[in-house]
């Protein structure tokens, strides 16, 4: 940083890092040497078997149980998720008034991240008007993983590569679970996406002749992952949403939605929206409801940290559920290998793969690697896990996390000074913020909850089950299978956010509005009632709680 | 796995009102230690959006400094509020419209020329960017100086809330993004030329052929798959 | 090669770019290398001129202290406005100790600046420094037989304790011009205000300032009018082709900045792009100069 503002943390001068981990540092700086020549390994079938069974966290029992109630009756999910879809609608139906409607819209599209602005922008350009499309989403437009996501974003445009290349990678990495026809619309679409993005002027890094910097990510068989810088996620969402200003979509913020809305028939025909600063709801009644609501990473799945914004808590999943939609691979959650183990404050942020494909190797405490850095992320997070509590050769933080080192400065001894500062300014800005200067010592990270890998199941249209529901992005599923590949989700939010904003434009086009009811929400409370589920569990979770379990514990309602 | 925090304590003032909170915190966690659950001031948490910028100053010193709330450690003694949202004006723009061989920064944001070069915005800035440089570039019209410098800037609109001249920086800085993206930056012709092979099909028949292949193949064809290196 | 600080002003960088294009060039010639500051901000000047506010001093005392930072005493500027605003700002600093103690209490992640570095502009390095000699050593075009106006306006020479020649009677265009073998005319305007930023809101004023200016200089019978300010430039010559449509009968006169003149003179006429001029100055220069203006 030029001009080193930002060690504002504490001014003192001492180490960040504690003496024990600066004993293990030595280590891991006299082995730099050797790992600069020569590459470990890639991991055989059997052994990458044998770390996800006994060490990856979806292979844990009690970390999972099955559904009672819904379409997905007797499928095995996350105890977290599973609280939330069989949980009891958060408004009760017998409270709102659904005649008097506050918005009528062609498109409602639920979620203003990256999925919700590409879906809006495509239905203006199947020719709804900007007045008809609505965007509700919970925090402010853009608050979103998609802002978040810094390696990058797949597309087979290089000459050596194809879509097929690109299929197959998808396909082997999602564990042959994807459904076939989307991952063909993923690495099909994929370069027409790019292209859209170069027309609204996103910043991709280039060379001088304008041809694409690429780089590998793990499961690719070519360089096919195109970033900016490490903002990548950053630079396609504000331009995006940008545009979305430009052209006039209507968004209301803090107001998300927190029920469908369903005619007799179960066709969606609108949702209801929940203003949470003024406890108002809002009847939106649409044509088409395109569902954008993102990912899960704030359940905190058997209590891992997560990289997630803090909006992401699984309520579209849940809304839908109730609605009647399947839902797809809920069974496997993503865990990237390498969240920030230390300091502290930043733990569970993400420290990119970009890292790991510039270059820089984890290493344990003893300082000597122990896993190829390019493996599908679920094998090397099991590797990771297995390093710190199956070997124990982890590195603990004075606040008692283990972690392995990720062995950064190798990227300037490979690339040259100043690659890591130019090409990874977010990581450099995160650690040098807490006086930790990434090209000098290596990072502390652990395995961090990151990515909701199934989700609805949807056609190659984006279309649901349901009638009148669409969606694209990380909500939902089928995809990447049981396992999504790096810059695999920002390419999804474009693909199915566009086609599912498309399909839903021409459902209104070719439809009327419909009556609004909540009667899939009392049946589905009808079932709940039957299973005996306890009836204070309430969803949508719509934020977290990070109280203080002092304030927790005497706080009382008296307004 | 979550945070579990220190025992040791400090102080601290939100808005005026004292709190006792453990050391290490962010000022994010520290305020959800005190008990206030977000809804505005809070959106990435990972130093990425902006929501969380804050405004602070430390017992005994009179300089207010900016922060995003996310990202900087409670100190003993602070006293801070949240500016979660800054009124400063956007311009709404139609980018292939736009009359570009003038300055269009200026053009769009005349308000620039007001700028006094105090430094206030680069001062305020959490992501340590040159702002005052950016916005000196804007003046000239130097739409790529004016992107690059201002490539890593998260939106926070504290230096827009800071500036004694009303420039919104952000918005100046998305601006010549964008239409150095557009316009400016060398055009990539591989990615056009793909674009062009995949809707004369070129790829169609391979991948109709991989959609309906049986697992066992599909498994076998991606094992021997040829890897660049 | 020579190398003096030079700072150029936002101007030189957007509308005047052909001034700093000539600049550089006959620079060159005479061995003299113009090196821009590597960070500079603009100088400040509507605002540091026409209020007593502090603040507004910041612009161009930060820009003298980036020159000082680079390690020169000396900066050389071209647009007379800069050249203004910059002096102003140093006299302010050396002059009342209290004002230079509060902007430097305010700037106070800069080191202390006392008003170290001398502002020039580039008319005194031609006559102080470099002097007339070898400027007419380069001449490889003699201007013979065209007449210009030297057209001086408000920021060169005033006020007083800055100005870079008598106020009343300034000289160095027409040394300037008579070394490149011109003849300098006599015309009653030559420090008329132009109207200044008047043109941005108060356009009829600058209209008339405008025809006041321009149509006393040919009546002198001047071919062309010279200048070292942009906006004297905008408004003498964009406001003059405005001016025509009102008054058709007015007789326009070509307006060029001083170094474009210098660069037809020593030979490279290929530098100035006339085209952009509104008042086309080609056919003019083409039949009084030999050298044509663009080859
Ligand atoms: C730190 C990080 C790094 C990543 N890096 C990469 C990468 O390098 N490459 C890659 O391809 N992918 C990456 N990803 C994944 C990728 O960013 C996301 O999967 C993708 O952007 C999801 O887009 P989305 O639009 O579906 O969801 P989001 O962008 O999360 O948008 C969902 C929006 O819906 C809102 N919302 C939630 N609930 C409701 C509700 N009830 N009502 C209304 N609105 C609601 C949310 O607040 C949010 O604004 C990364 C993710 C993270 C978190
Ligand atoms: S804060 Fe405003 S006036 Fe001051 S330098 Fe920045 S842009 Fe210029
Ligand atoms: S430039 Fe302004 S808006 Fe951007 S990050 Fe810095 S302070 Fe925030
Ligand atoms: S919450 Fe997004 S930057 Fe802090």
Known sequence: MRTGKLNRNDSAEEDPYSESMRESIKKVEETREERLEKEVDMMDPDERDEVLNNFHPDYKEEGMRSLKVGPNRGDEMPLELADLLEAYPAVDPSEVDLTKVDYEVDVLVIGGGGAGTVASLWAIKEGIDPEDVLIATKLRHGDANSMMAQGGIQAADRENDSPAAHFLDVIGGGHFANKPELARALAKDAPEILNWHEDLGVMYDKNEDGSMKTLHGGGTSRKRLHSAKDYTGMELMRTIRDEARNRDVPVVEFSPAVELLTDSDGTITGALLYNLETDQYYVVRAKSVVMATGGFGRLHIQEFPTTNHYGATADGLVMAYRAGANLLDMDSVQYHPTGAAFPEQIVGLLVTEKVRGSGAIPVNREGDAFVYNLEPRDVEAGALIRECYGRNNGVETPTGMKGVWLDTPMIDILHGEGTFEDNLAYIHRLYTRFRIDPTEDPLLVFPTLHYQNGGIEINDEGRTAVEGLFAGGEVEGGVHGKNRLMGNSLLDYNVFGKRAGIAAAKRARETGWGELTLDHAKKYTDQLDNAGVDEKRKSPMLVPEYRGEETLSRSIDVL | MLDKPETETLEIFIMGKKYEVPRGLTIMKAMEYSGYQYIRGVGCRGGFCGACSTIYRLEGDYKLHTDLACQTTVQDGMYLTQLPFTPAGRKQYDLEELEISNNPLLDLYPELARCVSCNTCTKTCPQDLEVMDFVNEAIRGNVKEVAELSFDCIQCGLCAARCPAEIPHHHVGQLARRIYGRYQAPESEHLKERVEEINNGVFDDELEELVNLPEEELRERYENREIES | ?295
Not at chain 3, 91 to 96: D, Y
Not at chain 3, 210 to 216: C, E, F, S
Not at chain 3, 233 to 250: I, M, T
């Open chain 3, 1 to 295: 090669m020579r190398d003096i600080a030079y700072y150029p002003g936002c101007s030189l960088k957007e509308a005047a770019k052909s001034f700093e294009d000539s600049a550089l060039k006959v620079s060159e010639e005479m061995g003299v290398n113009l090196k821009e500051l590597s960070r500079w901000n603009c100088c400040g000047t509507v605002y540091s001129l026409t209020d007593d506010n502090l603040m507004k001093q910041l612009g161009p005392i930060r820009n003298l202290i980036r020159a000082r930072d680079e390690g020169s005493d000396e900066l050389y500027t071209l647009c007379s406005m800069c050249d203004n605003t910059l002096k102003r700002a140093n006299s302010l600093v050396r002059g009342e100790e209290d004002k230079r103690d509060k902007i430097n209490n305010f700037m106070d992640q800069e080191n202390d600046y006392e008003g170290s570095v001398e502002v020039h502009h580039y008319l005194e390095l031609l006559r102080d420094d470099l002097g007339w000699g070898e400027v007419r050593d380069r001449v490889v075009n003699p201007l013979e037989g065209l007449n210009v106006a030297p057209y001086y306006g408000c920021m060169l020479t005033r006020p007083k304790e800055i100005g870079l020649d008598d106020p009343h009677d300034p000289t160095v265009f027409d040394e300037l011009v008579e070394s490149l073998g011109g003849t300098p005319v006599d015309f009653p305007y030559e420090t008329e205000c132009c109207g200044s930023y008047n043109t941005v809101d108060n356009e009829e004023m600058v209209l008339n300032k405008t025809q006041t200016i321009t149509a006393g200089a040919k009546k002198s019978g001047a071919d062309v009018i010279i200048t070292a300010c942009p906006l004297c430039h905008f408004n003498l010559d964009s406001r003059q082709s405005d001016l025509l449509e009102v008054a058709p009968n007015h007789k326009p006169v070509p307006v060029i900045y001083f170094t474009q003149l210098m660069a037809i003179a020593f030979g490279y006429p290929e530098v100035n792009k006339f085209a952009e001029h509104a008042i086309d100055p080609r056919e003019v220069l083409e039949l009084k100069t030999k050298a044509g203006s663009e080859r």
